[in-house]
């Protein structure tokens, strides 16, 4: 366990609603190869979290209901939402491609169902990753799903593409 | 850069597929690799990994950073689908530079030949049984033609295709027989719809979503390709359907398969009792006889209600195609009803075929010539109107009755859009009257 990477990850709270499918977190029409304009497409199709977003410093934790990231693959998606400063996020639920994707590039999705309703946006949380519970502020601990082996190891290496390296999975890597 | 592309033989395995996870945990756990699963993840070597130009483009700065080189062609399909043609100088550039870096990896992408998702049901190496994994959330698709398909984001894909294989959990399966004999209007989205309606848009979550075809005859397989594009839809892995006599008839008839080849693949289909784990969950069985053309309300697929509820309602646009649709069987139907008639004048009627394939048989069997006589804009194969990507984008205010796979807010065009999913015959039923219509008067 690195600094970087640590096992309880603190945050601001940032509440999205039910359904905020991955059409959401990021319109299609904000597909590019230009990080700043991807960035700026982060959580476009939800206006007033973005705002939120906007006006806040971070980094947040994302704090979701039903469904979160259902949808397309875009990986932009993730590198808009990460680079705004979101740093994990829980749900009551989560889409499998959008989980896989979070995950990969070091940035943990586990369900924590309920935890929304604890929580408002701007509130100090800490995400214990291992035991998947999210702490609030009150000192109520909502429990959720721990994550599989699998996904702490990826995070602990940094993301699937270090994890695969240091796995012997990536031939011809330099 | 780098060392010979990894060995394509899946290695021995020691892997089993506990009881519940389905055919999806038979054919995963039969290409996992002995001795390297971490946690409930297996090291899973695909038959076939498929990347589309918006996805792959992503790829690009991770593999040339740390010099990875890509599968031969024999196990990576390149596409170029989504910007086909590109419709800005952007995507042009995002288009220029997907095929640079796959040129100067010995791919020859398939550029302006169709939906990905379709190309990959047109392939050879698609048989009942072929495990495939593709950037993209509708690579479940294949399982029309019972293949595991699952999709997966850009760093997924940078693994599968230069390291041959991904980590994998095997799914609970969740199983359902399909009854009853087909109507004539239906098509594959109306099964999907109802299965929606019944059971919500994350029923199958995270689980392979299985099907047993006991109709009569069987339903055709470019509606059960319908059937398992939208898996994802209600959150699954995987879209398989057993495959059986249809799918053979459709290997050797529709697309030449060596009929030996193709018995050999639906013989080895673990779906005979010992070698199916069976499903964690049966639903009950979906009556064909029963269904009543349905479609989803604007803003995400909680929402499903009969056609005849929406009626009357204006629209715009009408579009038929996608990865969900657009396939000659979708075509036959709109075509039968359109036949010797007029589209409303007040919307826009678009027709993408899936594939150029597709889109040759329809012209040789002179269903395009049915639809542009009757109103119809026909659009080359491609992504085009489904996400926004180019023609068809909708204004602030405007409605679109569409057969793609996805009506979020904002997916084609503006925010303050709507957007209504339904099947092929409903489509035609409302260019036609130009508003919503229950396309059965027209079958009757």
Known sequence: MSAERPDRISGIALVLPDDAAADLLHPPRHFSLDAGAVSRGALAGLPEVARALAEGAGPWIVVAGRDLGAGSSRETTLYALRDRGIVAAVADSAGRIFTRNAWNLGLPVVEVPGARLGVRTGDPVVLDLPRGALLLPSGEEVPGTPPDPYWLAVYRHGGLLDFAEAMGRLPGAR | MA????????????????????????????????????????????????????????????????????????????????????????????????????????????????????????????????????????????????????????????????????????????????????????????????????HGPEHARYRGLEFVDDTPGGIATDHRLALANMAVEQGAKCGIVRPDAETLRHLVEDRGVDRAVAEAAVARFPSHPAADPGPAERLPDLDCSALVPRLALPGGLRRIVPVADAAGEEVDQVYLGSCSSGRLADLRLAASALRGRKVSKRLRFLVTPSSRAVYGAALAEGLLGVLHEAGAVILNPSCGPCGGIDKGLLAPGEACLSTSNRNVQGRMGSPEARIFLAGAATAAATALAGRIADPRELWA
């Open chain 2, 3 to 198: 060392a010979a592309a990894p060995d394509p033989a899946p290695g021995p395995s020691s892997v089993s597929s506990p009881p519940g996870t389905g055919w999806a945990g038979a054919l995963l756990a039969a290409r996992a690799e002995a001795g390297a699963s971490v946690g409930s993840y297996h090291f899973v070597r695909p038959d076939l990994v498929m990347g589309h130009d918006a996805t792959t483009a992503l790829a690009i700065p991770m593999a040339e950073r740390r010099g990875l080189r890509l599968l031969p062609p024999e196990r990576l399909m390149l596409v170029g689908d989504h910007f086909s043609p590109p419709s800005t100088a952007e995507r042009a550039e995002i288009a220029r530079r997907f095929r640079e870096f796959a040129a100067a990896q010995g791919h020859l992408p398939r550029l302006d030949e169709g939906i990905c998702h379709q190309l990959l049901a047109e392939d050879p190496r698609v048989l009942p049984g072929a495990v495939v994994v593709g950037a993209d959330s509708h690579t479940v698709t294949v399982g029309g033609v019972g293949a595991f398909g699952t999709g997966v984001g850009t760093t997924d894909f940078v693994v599968a295709a230069t390291a041959g294989g991904l980590w994998l959990r095997l799914p609970d399966a969740v199983r359902v027989r399909l009854v009853g004999s087909w109507p004539a209007w239906a098509c594959g989205k109306e099964l999907v719809l109802a299965l929606l309606a019944a």
